[in-house]
């Protein structure tokens, strides 16, 4: 029997769906950053810090909460984290002022540094292993689908009604995520409580800690330049809120796109190898980004390399880990969600200061350099895992 062809358990989907609204609040910032200012009368890089200390929140919460929570049951705690999502989003989009809603926020991205982690490591006892790769992938999909429906349309929102209305949608597909999440998944799902052991094995393994180091990098040259997305087209393009909305519609359809591939090849080509295929179209991108100024269809035409690797490259991370060593998941999953906002948050404070010293055309160059490094550590990773395995 062909188990890779097996239809997946429908509680997958509950949380593929739970990983959209997650991937959609996270990413609402970057979509109506622009009227994040313009509304509050604060600058692009304050406006950034909101991006900057979420995923400070995510990085460092991600690992401490898996120890929190190794008791949990996986039902209530994945359904009570898109609760606490929507009450705390809803309540940011109600903030009266910047400095309220900046505390509201990082209490909001306690949900993602629970939810992300524990729904990948939940989805290793709920396939056979000969499914591991492609259903840690498919829960994935919801980032790459949040980036095809609710990034645009949080940018399309935000131009046309304000910020705090696309905030408002997202507060109401979390409790509506939330119920789903409840409904579908079983009863008894606990994945193996992190002991200090679990812990030091895996900050003791080279190996892996090498394949989260390629996540932190990947993050980190992605977001330098992506969390100014909205201020950088509007700069160079002349970008408003429905032109911004169509480019974050392309580049969520390629990235939707090449998750949804790599979650059909995974298994064949092997995680290293898909996870550096996904690194080298962003640098691609990256590389070939100043062709992008010349318009707003060249611009498209030069970011597809990134769309198709963006999500995609996370997807192919996850599953690296969870094949690396299943026993430790919950740890490496946890880790690698943390080194993914720990990037995102590097990434955010790194852009916010050069576009403060009025170097945003710059941000593409730096991006480059950390991609082509993430790309060269995880060579490295793959080496030694494979001389690893020689030894034994």
Same mark, same amino acid.
């Given at each position: 029997?062909?188990?890779?062809?097996?239809?997946?358990?429908?509680?997958?989907?509950?949380?593929?769906?739970? %990983?959209?609204?997650?991937?959609?609040?996270?990413?609402?910032?970057?979509?109506?950053?622009?009227?994040?200012?313009?509304?509050?009368?604060?600058?692009?890089? =304050?406006?950034? =810090?909101?991006?900057?200390?979420?995923?400070?929140? $995510?990085?460092?919460?991600?690992?401490?909460?898996?120890?929190?929570?190794?008791?949990?049951?996986?039902?209530?705690?994945?359904?009570?984290?898109?609760?606490?999502?929507?009450?705390?989003?809803?309540?940011?989009?109600?903030?009266? %002022?910047?400095?309220?809603?900046?505390?509201?926020? !990082?209490?909001?991205?306690?949900?993602?540094? !629970?939810?992300?982690?524990?729904?990948?490591?939940?989805?290793?006892?709920?396939?056979?292993?000969?499914?591991?790769?492609?259903?840690?992938?498919?829960?994935?999909?919801?980032?790459?689908?949040?980036?095809? $429906? &609710? $990034?645009?349309?949080?940018?399309?929102?935000?131009?046309?009604?304000?910020?705090?209305?696309?905030?408002?949608?997202?507060?109401?597909?979390?409790?509506?995520?939330?119920?789903?999440?409840?409904?579908?998944?079983?009863?008894?799902?606990?994945?193996?409580?992190?002991?200090?052991?679990?812990?030091?094995?895996?900050?003791?393994?080279?190996?892996?800690?090498?394949?989260?180091?390629?996540?932190?990098?990947?993050?980190?040259?992605?977001?330098? *330049?992506?969390?100014?997305?909205?201020?950088?087209?509007? @700069?160079?393009? &002349?970008?408003?809120?429905?032109?911004?909305?169509?480019?974050? *519609?392309?580049?969520?359809?390629?990235?939707?796109?090449?998750?949804?591939?790599?979650?059909?090849?995974?298994?064949?080509?092997?995680?290293?190898?898909?996870?550096?295929?996904?690194?080298?179209?962003?640098?691609?991108?990256?590389?070939?980004?100043?062709?992008?100024?010349?318009?707003?269809?060249? =611009?498209?035409?030069?970011?597809?390399?990134?769309?198709?690797?963006?999500?995609?490259?996370?997807?192919? @991370? =996850?599953?690296?880990?969870?094949?690396?060593?299943?026993?430790?998941?919950?740890?490496?999953?946890?880790?690698?969600?943390?080194?993914?906002?720990?990037? @995102?948050?590097?990434?955010?404070?790194?852009? &916010?200061?050069?576009?403060?010293?009025?170097?945003?055309?710059? *941000?593409?160059?730096?991006?480059?350099?950390?991609?082509?490094?993430?790309?060269?550590?995880?060579?490295?990773?793959?080496?030694?895992?494979?001389?690893?395995?020689?030894?034994?």
């Amino acid at each position: 029997m062909n188990t890779t062809s097996t239809a997946l358990p429908r509680a997958l989907w509950a949380l593929m769906v739970g %990983n959209f609204v997650i991937g959609t609040g996270v990413m609402v910032v970057p979509g109506t950053l622009n009227d994040i200012s313009a509304s509050l009368g604060v600058s692009i890089p =304050q406006a950034g =810090q909101l991006i900057t200390a979420a995923a400070i929140l $995510m990085g460092l919460g991600a690992p401490v909460f898996a120890s929190l929570v190794a008791g949990w049951d996986r039902r209530r705690l994945l359904a009570l984290s898109l609760v606490w999502y929507g009450v705390l989003t809803a309540a940011c989009a109600i903030a009266p %002022n910047y400095a309220a809603l900046l505390p509201l926020r !990082v209490l909001a991205v306690i949900a993602p540094a !629970v939810f992300t982690p524990q729904a990948a490591a939940s989805v290793g006892l709920l396939v056979d292993p000969a499914q591991r790769g492609r259903a840690i992938t498919f829960v994935f999909l919801g980032w790459s689908v949040a980036s095809v $429906m &609710g $990034m645009p349309l949080s940018a399309w929102i935000s131009g046309e009604l304000g910020w705090r209305w696309a905030f408002g949608l997202v507060a109401a597909m979390s409790f509506a995520s939330g119920a789903w999440v409840w409904r579908e998944m079983p009863d008894g799902i606990k994945p193996a409580a992190l002991s200090r052991e679990a812990w030091g094995r895996t900050i003791g393994s080279a190996t892996l800690m090498m394949a989260v180091g390629v996540t932190l990098l990947s993050a980190f040259g992605q977001f330098t *330049l992506f969390s100014y997305f909205a201020p950088y087209f509007a @700069q160079t393009l &002349g970008a408003g809120g429905a032109a911004l909305s169509l480019m974050f *519609l392309w580049f969520g359809v390629f990235g939707l796109a090449g998750n949804v591939a790599v979650t059909r090849f995974i298994d064949r080509i092997g995680t290293p190898m898909a996870v550096l295929v996904t690194l080298g179209a962003m640098a691609l991108s990256l590389l070939l980004w100043p062709l992008g100024r010349h318009g707003f269809w060249a =611009q498209a035409l030069v970011i597809i390399p990134w769309a198709l690797g963006c999500f995609a490259s996370n997807s192919a @991370q =996850q599953a690296r880990l969870v094949q690396l060593s299943p026993v430790l998941a919950p740890a490496t999953v946890a880790l690698n969600t943390s080194a993914m906002y720990g990037g @995102q948050a590097l990434g955010a404070a790194l852009g &916010g200061v050069m576009i403060a010293q009025g170097r945003m055309l710059d *941000l593409h160059e730096v991006g480059l350099v950390v991609m082509l490094a993430a790309m060269a550590l995880s060579v490295w990773a793959t080496r030694r895992q494979k001389r690893s395995c020689a030894a034994t």
